[in-house]
């Protein structure tokens, strides 16, 4: 157990529906990333926050998808108008800023299938 | 740009066999690199880490990597296989450039045969 837990862990939803996910870090990591792992690939950098703010986003992350970070405490993750595509595991790390050796701490993971 | 690339996406060993998963790593500046395990259907691990203190790293559950510059390389090895060992293995990298998000692997998925 990291310490950094996910809600839920599995989520069905129909396509064209709208999903969020939350993020609980551990207090004291003010870094808080998201990561997107689809079937027999490595996870793929979506979003991170310092703090409150979102400091950048990757190109994966299209106009549907929408993360906050209020108070710098818990993140949501929100996916609008769902794809198949939209498909993963979406995992949330977090770490807490110690120059060069920042180590990142992975939640469980929210398992997304859209139908 | 930084990458990894993890040499054979499956690799099966026998229980008390070396085990040796490959990880080469393309970076522009001195990397930060990681091994990470996943067990079906749960987040991943931190096994060990390079942050150039030492060539040679040990992590948990009896696993070490050692970086090798002159080869671009950070293969993780275990002297004895055990059956709780069967899962995946993510190589990653990041750099001290601010952002540290890391970069994975594909993945190498490990069998342990009795």
């Known amino acids: 157990d990291t310490g950094v837990s996910q809600d839920p862990r599995h989520k069905i939803t129909k396509r064209g529906q709208n999903v969020t996910f939350r993020c609980d870090p551990i207090?004291?990591?003010?870094?808080l990333y998201w990561y997107r792992q689809t079937l027999g690939q490595g996870p793929e950098f979506l979003t991170y926050?310092?703090?409150?703010?979102?400091?950048?986003k990757s190109r994966l992350l299209s106009d549907r998808f929408s993360a906050e970070r209020p108070k710098g405490s818990f993140s949501t993750l929100e996916i609008q108008r769902t794809e198949q595509g939209d498909s993963a595991m979406y995992l949330c790390?977090?770490?807490?800023?110690?120059?060069?050796?920042?180590?990142?701490?992975f939640g469980p993971g929210t398992r997304l299938l859209v139908l | 740009a930084q990458s990894v690339t993890q040499l054979g996406s499956h690799v099966s060993v026998s229980e008390g066999a070396l085990v040796l998963l490959r990880c080469n790593y393309s970076?522009?500046?001195?990397?930060?690199l990681f091994w990470y395990v996943q067990y079906p259907n749960q987040g991943l691990q931190l096994l060990l880490k390079?942050?150039?203190?030492?060539?040679l790293v040990k992590g948990i559950n009896g696993f070490e990597a050692e970086f090798k510059k002159s080869e671009t390389s950070f293969h993780l090895t275990k002297p004895s296989a055990h059956m709780s060992d069967a899962a995946e293995y993510f190589c990653?990298?990041?750099?001290?450039?601010?952002?540290?998000?890391?970069?994975f692997g594909s993945g190498t998925r490990l069998q342990v045969q009795p």
């Open positions: 790390a977090n770490s807490a800023l110690q120059g060069p050796q920042e180590t990142q701490y």
């Open positions: 207090s004291e990591h003010n870094r």
């Open positions: 926050f310092q703090n409150e703010a979102q400091l950048e």
């Open positions: 970076s522009s500046v001195p990397p930060y």
């Open positions: 390079y942050t150039s203190a030492a060539t």
């Open positions: 990653a990298v990041s750099d001290d450039t601010g952002r540290r998000a890391l970069t």
